[in-house]
C-alpha cells in the first residue's frame, strides 16, 4: 500500500479531479442552482481538522478552494434553505437541511461475522463478491420496486460501496420516508446476541413479494460464495451457528450428532440438511416449515446488509466520489452495476498511477489531463449519469414542472 | 320557499340526494361555514359537540374499549348530535349537517390555543371522525371517498390478476383475506410510509398497492394531518378574533370545559370536601379509612421509615396538598414524620421544598398532584423508592399481600384477588383500583361495577379519597339527622 503526500494530491485536484462532472451531477443543469450554490460541503484537512458548512456559487470556486485547502478528502451533504456558509448569520430556524440525494451504504465490515477469508478493515476479490451481490440485488429492487432511474454506484475506495439516488423524489424525500425506505430493504436485524436475524415473514407464510425477488439471485451466489468459497460451516462455529437457524428440533439433533463425529465441508452439510427434510412427509407442516427456514438462511448469508442510519437522516455527510482513500490511494470511482461482477477492487488506479500515466503522456493541448489517463472511463461514466440527469430537467423545464429547487 | 322534505317526494332517488346542500354525513371541514350564524347558534353547536368529544376523551382516560367507546359515542352523539345518512328521507339531514359543521369550526377556535388542546381535541375528533366512517353508510361513504381527490387510482382487474400471487403474498399480515374481494388502490408510496416501512403492501415503480381495507388509513391519517395544520393556522390567525367581544368569553368557557374533564377534575385545587379544616393528626386517620392502595403505601412507608425519598415525597406532598392539607399543616406533618431529622437540616432541606410545591417558591406555580396516568407512566420506583401505582409496580404477590393487609379492616377477603389479578394481568390497573374501591365500600351501600359513582373509574387518587370522604360524610349526616329525629320527637 502507498501513502499519499500532499504534492501528489495537490496535483490530482489541479490536473485530474472531475469538478465540472461533479457539478452536473449535483446541479443537475448547466446554470447554478441551489442544488449547488445552497449545498453543504465539508473538508477534512491534515490532522483531523474538519471544515463544515462550506459551500460555492460556481464550480471555479469549488476547485479554487479545494486547491487551497488540498483537503485529504471531502463530503457531500444537503442543500439547506439558506447558503452553508451564510450560517452564521440566519436565524436556526431557516436553517433546515431541504433535499439531498438519496444514499445507501454498504461497508464489507458488516460482513465479518459471516466471511471467512478477511475481517475489519482487510478485503480481498473473495469477499468483493458479497458486495457486488448486494449492488445486484438493491439495483434491481430499487428501480423495479420504488421506480427510481438515477443510480450512481460509487466505490468507496476500500472496502464497500456508496449508492446515491438522483430522482427528483428521491432528492425531496422527508427523513421519515427514508427511514420507510430503510425499513423496505431491510432484512437482517439483531446484533451478536441474535442467532436468527431474517424475521420478515408472517408466521407460516410465504416471504413478502420483494424479498421472495430477492432470493433467486441469492440463492444461486449461496451455493458458490457461502458453501464452496467461503465454507461457512467447516468450521465448529460455522455449523453451530447454522444448527440454531434450524427450527426443527429432531433434525437439529440428528445433524448435531452427525457432524460432532465426523468433519465434513460446507456442501456437504448442506447436503445433510437437504436429505433430512426430504425424508419429511411431502405435505407437512413440519416440511413447510423447513423450507422456510432453508430460504430464511439463505438471505441470512447473503441479503445486503446496509448501514442504515446513513440513509435515514437529509443531514448525514458522505465522502464524494472521486476522492482519494488516504490509505490506498486508490480513487472512489464510480460503477457499473450491469457489470459489477467484472469490477476489481485491487485493479481501481491509484493516484500515484495516474499522475505517472500524465508524466508519460507528454504534452497534448487537444486533451484534458484526465482523458490522457485510465481515469477517462470513469469519468465519462459520471457525465453520462450526468447528463441522463440534465436532460431530464430539461423536459420538465419545457413540459412547465415546477423545476424550482 | 319549499322546504327540503316537500321536494323530496316528487323526485327520483338520485336527485333526492343532490339537493343536499352538504351532500355526506362525512365532512373534512375544509371549507368554513360562510352562512350568518346566529351568536345562540354558536354556542350551542358547539357545546353539543363537546359534550360528544369529551365523552371520547373520557373512554380514552378510563381505557374503554375501541367497542366501548364507540356505543358510548354513538349513545351521546344520538342526544346531542345527530347525524343520519342521506337515505333518512324523513330528517332535515342539512340543518343536522349545519350543525356538525359550525360545532367544529366553532371548537377549532377554542381549542387551537395551546399545543396541548390542539392534541386532544385532534384525537377526539378523529375518533368521531373514524366511528362516522365505520358506521356511514357504505353508499355514502363510497361516494365521499370518491368527491375527495386522494390522488389514488383503482387497479383495474387485469392488473389484479397479473400481479395475483404478490398481492396474495403482500397481504400475508391480513386474517382473512380474499383477493376476489378485495379492491386495489394505487398511491405515490411516499403517501402509506407507515405500510411501506413493515412491508405491509405491493410496490412496483413507486406506487403502493393498497388494499381497500388499509385505504381507510389513509383517509384518517390525511384528515389528521389537514386537522392539525388548520388548527395551527388558527391558532396564528386567532389574536385577531379575540376583539370579537361576544365570542371570547363563550369560548374560554368551552376550552375550560373540556379541560375540566375526567382526568383533570382532580388535579388541583385545595378545597376539603367537608368544608372542615385538615389539620396535621388528622392524616393517620384519613389515610386508613380513604385512601387509595398507592397513598396507603407512601404514608406506611413515611411512618416506618420516618423518611420518603424524593419521587415519594413529590407524589404523596401534591395529593396532601390537593385534599385539603394547608401549607402550615403540611409543613407541620412532615416536620413530626420525618422525626429523625435535625431542625436545621429539616429547614435547610425540606422546608423550601414543601413551600414550593405549595407554588410559595421559586417559580410560584400551582403544581398539580399527579394523576393516575401521570403516576403509571412516571418513572417506576427504584430500590428504597415508594412512589407509581402498587398495582402495576408491585409483584403479584407483593401487591396480594399488601390489599389483604391494608383493607381486609375494610371488608377486602382473599376471595376478592382473583377478580382484582384479572384486571392487574391484562394491565388494566385502573380497573383493580376502582375495584378495590368497590369492595372497601360496599358498606356504604357501594356494589360491584357503581365504580367511584355512575360507573365512574378511578383516574385520580385525589378523585379516590375524596370520593370515599363523600361517602362517609353522606352517612353521616343521615345519621346526625336520625338522631336529631330521634332527639325532635322525643319532645
Ligand atoms: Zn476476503
Redesign the pocket.
Known amino acids: 500500500m502507498e501513502s499519499v503526500s500532499d504534492d501528489q494530491m495537490l496535483a490530482f485536484y489541479r490536473r485530474l479531479y472531475p469538478f465540472k462532472s461533479i457539478f452536473h451531477w449535483l446541479n443537475q443543469g448547466h446554470a447554478p442552482t441551489r442544488l449547488f450554490t445552497h449545498r453543504e460541503l465539508a473538508f477534512t484537512l491534515k490532522g483531523d481538522v474538519y471544515l463544515r458548512y462550506n459551500s460555492f456559487n460556481t464550480t471555479e470556486e469549488f476547485k479554487k478552494q479545494v486547491c487551497l485547502l488540498n483537503p485529504t478528502r471531502f463530503e457531500i451533504g444537503p442543500v439547506y434553505s439558506a447558503r452553508p456558509k451564510d450560517k452564521k448569520t440566519v436565524r436556526p430556524a431557516a436553517f433546515k437541511p431541504t433535499l439531498r440525494e438519496l444514499v445507501f451504504d454498504i461497508d464489507m465490515t458488516d460482513y465479518d461475522e459471516i466471511?471467512t477469508?478477511?475481517s475489519d478493515a482487510?478485503?480481498?476479490s473473495?469477499?468483493w463478491v458479497f458486495i457486488s451481490l448486494a449492488v445486484r440485488v438493491l439495483d434491481k429492487a430499487i428501480r423495479t420496486q420504488f421506480g427510481y432511474k438515477h443510480l450512481l454506484w460509487v466505490y468507496s475506495g476500500r472496502r464497500g460501496i456508496h449508492l446515491w439516488i438522483s430522482d427528483k423524489e428521491a432528492i425531496e424525500l422527508t427523513d421519515d420516508e427514508r427511514k420507510a425506505m430503510v425499513g423496505w430493504l431491510t432484512v437482517i436485524a439483531g446484533g451478536k446476541e441474535m442467532h436468527k436475524k431474517v424475521n420478515v415473514r408472517q408466521p407460516n407464510k410465504p416471504l413478502p413479494p420483494s424479498i421472495q425477488a430477492a432470493l433467486e439471485p441469492l440463492a444461486e451466489t449461496f451455493m458458490d460464495l457461502i458453501l464452496e468459497d467461503q465454507d461457512c460451516f467447516e468450521s465448529k462455529e460455522g455449523w453451530q451457528e447454522l444448527l440454531h437457524l434450524i427450527p426443527d428440533k429432531e433434525i437439529q439433533s440428528d445433524l448435531r450428532e452427525r457432524w460432532t463425529k465426523h468433519e465434513n465441508s460446507s456442501s456437504e452439510k448442506w447436503a445433510d440438511l437437504r436429505a433430512k427434510i426430504k425424508e419429511l412427509p411431502k405435505v407437512s407442516s413440519r416440511r413447510t416449515l423447513m423450507s422456510y427456514a432453508l430460504e430464511d438462511i439463505v438471505l441470512q448469508y447473503t441479503y445486503p446488509r446496509l448501514d442504515a442510519e446513513v440513509s435515514k437522516h437529509r443531514n448525514h455527510l458522505l465522502k464524494a466520489p472521486f476522492c482519494i482513500h488516504p490509505k490506498t490511494g486508490r480513487v472512489c470511482v464510480p460503477v457499473d452495476p450491469h457489470d459489477i461482477d467484472n469490477f476489481d477492487p485491487e485493479k481501481v488506479p491509484t493516484v500515484g498511477q495516474l499522475l505517472n500515466e500524465l508524466d508519460q503522456a507528454g504534452s497534448d493541448e487537444h486533451h484534458a489531463d484526465w482523458e490522457k489517463t485510465s481515469l477517462k472511463p470513469y469519468i465519462e461514466m459520471l457525465d453520462r449519469h450526468a447528463a441522463g440527469l440534465m436532460e431530464e430537467t430539461r423536459l420538465a423545464v419545457r413540459s412547465g414542472m415546477d423545476m424550482s429547487w | 320557499m319549499f322546504s327540503a322534505r316537500e321536494r323530496v317526494a316528487k323526485l327520483p332517488e338520485v336527485e333526492r340526494y343532490s339537493n343536499l346542500k352538504y351532500p355526506y354525513r362525512l365532512n373534512f371541514y375544509d371549507r368554513p361555514p360562510l352562512d350568518d350564524i346566529t351568536i345562540e347558534e354558536f354556542e350551542t353547536c358547539a357545546l353539543d359537540r363537546l359534550r360528544v368529544l369529551a365523552e371520547i376523551e373520557s373512554s380514552f382516560v378510563r381505557n374503554r374499549t375501541w367497542d366501548e367507546l364507540k356505543n358510548v359515542t354513538q349513545n351521546q352523539s344520538e342526544k346531542y348530535l345527530p347525524l343520519n345518512s342521506r337515505t333518512a328521507l324523513t330528517v332535515d339531514r342539512d340543518s343536522e349537517r349545519r350543525k356538525d359543521h359550525i360545532g367544529h369550526y366553532v371548537l377549532r377556535l377554542a381549542f387551537c390555543r395551546s399545543e396541548d388542546l390542539r392534541r386532544r381535541f385532534v384525537k377526539a375528533e378523529l375518533a368521531l371522525f373514524r366511528i362516522r366512517y365505520d358506521t356511514d353508510d357504505a353508499d355514502e361513504r363510497r361516494d365521499f371517498v370518491s368527491s375527495k381527490d386522494f390522488n389514488w387510482v383503482e387497479v383495474p382487474e387485469s392488473e389484479v390478476k397479473q400481479h395475483m400471487s404478490d398481492l396474495i403474498a403482500a397481504s400475508s399480515h391480513f386474517k382473512d383475506f380474499d383477493l376476489k374481494k378485495e379492491r386495489f388502490f394505487k398511491v405515490k408510496w411516499t403517501r402509506v410510509p407507515d405500510l411501506v416501512e413493515k412491508r405491509k403492501v405491493f410496490l412496483k415503480d413507486g406506487m403502493a398497492y393498497v388494499p381497500q381495507r388499509e385505504q381507510s388509513s389513509i383517509i384518517f391519517q390525511e384528515y389528521q394531518k389537514s386537522l392539525e395544520k388548520a388548527l395551527e393556522l388558527t391558532a396564528k390567525a386567532l389574536p385577531r378574533l379575540d376583539e370579537d367581544t361576544r365570542i371570547v368569553p363563550i369560548l374560554e368557557n368551552l376550552s375550560q370545559g373540556f379541560l375540566a374533564g375526567v382526568s383533570s377534575e382532580w388535579s388541583t385545587g385545595t378545597a376539603s370536601t367537608n368544608g372542615e379544616q385538615l389539620t396535621a393528626d388528622m392524616i393517620d386517620g384519613i389515610a386508613r379509612a380513604h385512601y387509595p392502595m398507592c397513598m396507603r403505601h407512601l404514608h406506611e412507608t413515611l411512618r416506618r421509615d420516618k423518611h420518603l425519598k424524593h419521587n415519594g415525597r413529590l407524589q404523596y406532598g401534591l395529593f396532601l396538598k390537593v385534599l385539603g392539607l394547608s401549607i402550615d399543616e403540611a409543613i407541620t406533618f412532615w416536620r413530626r414524620s420525618f422525626s429523625k431529622i435535625q431542625e436545621d437540616k429539616f429547614n435547610k432541606e425540606y422546608r423550601y421544598n414543601i413551600r414550593h410545591s405549595y407554588g410559595l417558591e421559586g417559580k410560584r406555580a400551582n403544581y398539580a398532584a399527579k394523576s393516575c396516568v401521570q403516576i403509571l407512566t412516571a418513572e417506576a420506583p427504584g430500590t428504597g423508592e415508594a412512589h407509581g401505582c402498587p398495582y402495576r409496580h408491585f409483584s403479584e404477590d407483593n401487591l396480594a399481600s399488601a390489599l389483604i393487609s391494608t383493607y381486609s379492616s375494610q371488608g377486602l377477603t382473599t376471595s376478592d384477588l382473583p377478580d382484582i389479578m384479572t384486571a392487574v394481568k391484562s394491565k388494566h390497573y385502573h380497573v383493580a383500583c376502582t375495584r378495590v374501591f368497590e369492595i372497601t365500600h360496599g358498606r356504604y351501600g357501594v356494589k360491584k361495577g357503581e365504580g367511584i359513582g355512575l360507573g365512574e373509574s378511578v383516574t385520580h387518587p385525589n378523585q379516590y379519597a375524596a370520593k370515599s370522604r363523600e361517602y362517609e360524610k353522606a352517612r353521616m349526616d343521615t345519621m346526625e339527622k336520625a338522631s336529631e329525629d330521634v332527639v325532635m320527637s322525643s319532645t
Request: charged share 25%; glycine share 0%; aromatic share 0%.
Open positions: 466471511r477469508c478477511c482487510a478485503i480481498c473473495r469477499c
